[in-house]
């Protein structure tokens, strides 16, 4: 049975959204953004989530977008920053599809991402760099890993499509 669903993990900044778009174009799927189907549901921003409910509600709403997308017939879909860490996720992930993680350097994060307050855990840089190194091991059970330093988004979705077609 072909993959009918690829999930684009990683930490924030790591272009899943960007890169996630070029390959649904490529690959003529449709493309879904976990977080913005959670903000379109509960009509708040993931910072008024977290402000509002605290993150343990997040990761419950989380939970919940996640399966409904893996129901869907096929797509891309770029997922959180969080979504991967939890143990039911990668489960759902890997029933349903392919985890692709997208590796970014720290440097990377922090030149791309605008301190603009809507990733409430990048809002203090020390403890985003020690999340960051926490959840690599983590990240690294994705079964393809794609190195995105410097690299077009266009070219990142080619390299995924060729990974893919490999499995
Ligand atoms: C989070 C990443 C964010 C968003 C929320 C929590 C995380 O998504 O889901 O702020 O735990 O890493 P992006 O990775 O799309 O920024």
Known sequence: MPIQRIYLVGFMGAGKSTVG????????????????????????????????????????LERHHLGELSKRDRGVMALGGGTYMEKDNRKVIEETGIAVWLDVTFSQIQERVRPDGSRPLLSDIERAKRLYAERRSVYALAPIRIVTDARLPNEIAEDIIQRVAKL
Request: no cysteine.
């Open 21 to 60: 778009r070029e390959l649904a174009l490529k690959l003529r799927w449709p493309f879904v953004d976990l977080d913005n189907e959670i903000e379109r549901s509960e009509g708040l921003s993931v910072r008024e989530i977290f402000d509002k409910f605290g993150e343990p509600r997040f990761r419950e």
